[in-house]
Structures are given as C-alpha cells and as structure tokens.
C-alpha cells in the first residue's frame, strides 16, 4: 500500500477549495488507486480525479455551447494534441503564414484549451467572450460524450480520435509513469494493465469513452465526426481534406494545387511538433512536462511490450465491449503488419 507523500498535499489544498456539493458528492463515490495520484473516483459512470470532478461540475453547471463551437474529444494518449494543431491551422490557414504560425511558437493545448483541465479547473467560471472573440471557439476535451452537458444537445461541430486499445494502452503506461511523483513508486506494467482492462484509468473505461462518441457519430454524422489514429497515420493529406469538409472550411482547388494540405500536415506532423522548442520546454501541469506529450506516435508499438497472454485478455475484453457495434481498428502484428484485428 502506497503511502501518504508529498505529492498529495496540493491535492489536499485544492480539495479545501471545493464546493460543499462537491465534497459531499465525493464520499459518496466509488474510489480505487490512480495511475499518477492516489486516488481516482468513478463520477458518471468514468474514473477521473478529484481535481476534475469539480472542474467537470462548474463546465456542467456554466458552459453554454453555441451550435458555432468545434469540440475537439479524444480519451488521453490517443492523438489529442495531433488533432488539436491540425483543427487550429485548418480553421485559421487564411490568418497565418506557415512560416510563423502560432503552432511553431505555441503549445498547441494553450491554442485549443481544454474545457476540464484549463477554463473550468478548480471551479473557474470563466469570460469566454474575452478568451474567444472569433469564431469558431476550438475547445478540446476528455469527458466522455453522455457528460458534455449543453454540447450534446447543440449543433456544434464535434470531432473524436481515437487509437487502437494496444498502443493506447502503452502510450498511457508510459506518459502516466512520467508523470508520477518521484515519491511515488513506478506502476509496474502488469499492475497497469489490470487496472486498464478493467477500465480503471483516467476517463476511463476507453472502450465505453470510444463507444459513446461513436454511436453518436452513427447518429449524427454532420456533428460528430469520428477519426482513427492509425488510418490519420496511413493517409494524413486524405483525413486533413475529410477534416476540413467536415468543419466546412473545404480546401480549394487551388489551395491542393498550391500544396497548402502538404504544408498543414508537415507543419502538425509528430516530427516538427516533437523538435519545436516550445514543445520541448516547459510545464502543462506541475508533474507534466510539455515533452512527454511526444514519444513515439507509432502504430504497433504495444508488440514490444504486450505478452501472449495480456494479448488474449485485452483482445477478449475489447470483442466483449465493442463486438457487434461495427468499430474495429488496425493492428501491427509480428511479421504480419496488414493483419486487421477486428472485434
């Protein structure tokens, strides 16, 4: 058992800070051990930290969505900040220059704010007209689709990426570890893996999270517009162009002829984003330095670290959860790299 350090005192600070509805709702809530802190609680059916339940309730409670918003969803390690600077430079390519866009300077999670972490954390209620004076208002989040509040019910635009549940899983094992207190010890691969296959991990479980923006992009193809990492990957020029319609900011056809989607997607590849300076300095979050955000971004790394046997389980969870709702995804497999593993 892990014990009380350092690390959970600004946790502690902040949780003084809360609402009494809050608090109370907070005994009352299912709780188990956190991938980076020590707790997590289950709030409206996911897991998320003490922190964001009430960041989550003051979004619920203030946020009003206007049909003109773009909301950005992903579940954490799944191409969040790739989706966020290809959205911001397809919505603003007739403001900026390539040659000094706001991406080469900015962190791209400052240019798309999240709605839980950033303008709502700690119970803010804060002035969107002043943050957002154009339109669109570009807000990214990780709350899972039925606790989007006033943006379920509006007309905004709504896209969602998602990764396939194995590299998904090694991605946050890796970036989770990071970002854990030196106090703490690290958590082992086969402890986190338990933890994710029975959904406990932040936002999670993924496969309900996944679910949720998928039925709903069934539904409403013209608001919600549902992305794969790996076909991203494949066919980045073809899924920028998708993208693009589906914001109805279409590409001309002089602006293909001129290279314009080649100069976006090189301009949010994991490559220049990986080397630009801002992204290699600085903080996101006191134990989140903005370089972890960039490792590999490669499709089938979960090969190096996945056993048979963790294989079989994951593979039967993810064809108990998703069979039968028409979502699969692309694997990499040893040796046989076109192999697709459908649930």
Known sequence: MSTITEKQQP???????????????????????????????QFQGFWCTSVLIQSIMAFQKHFQARDSDIVLATVPKSGTTWLKASTFAIVNRHRYAIKNHPLLTSFSHDLVPYLEWNLYANNLHPDLSSKFPDQPRLFGTHIPFPSLGTIKNSNCKIVYICRNPFDTFVSAWHFFNKGRPKS????????????????????????DH???????????PHNVLFLKYED????GVFHLKKLAQFLEYPFTIEEERNGV???????CSFETMKNLEINKTGKFFPHVENKMLFRKAEVGDWINYLNPEMVE???????????????????????QTDRSCAP
């Not at 389980?313 to 040796?335: D, N, T």
């Open 232 to 235: 991203m990957k494949e066919d």
């Open 313 to 335: 389980r994951l593979s039967k969870v993810i064809e108990e959860r998703l069979g039968g709702s028409g979502l699969s995804f692309k694997y990499v497999f040893p040796q």
């Open 210 to 220: 996944m679910l949720g923006y998928w039925k709903e992009s069934l539904k409403r």
């Open 261 to 267: 989607i080649e100069e976006i997607a090189q301009l």
């Open 184 to 207: 703490l010890a690290p958590l082992s691969l086969d402890e986190a893996f338990d933890m994710y296959c029975k959904g406990i991990i932040l936002f999670g479980p993924y496969w």
């Open 11 to 41: 946790v502690d600070d902040e949780e003084e800070k809360f609402t009494d509805e809050c608090k109370e709702l907070l005994l009352s809530l299912p709780k188990e051990r956190g991938w980076m802190i020590l707790d997590q609680y």
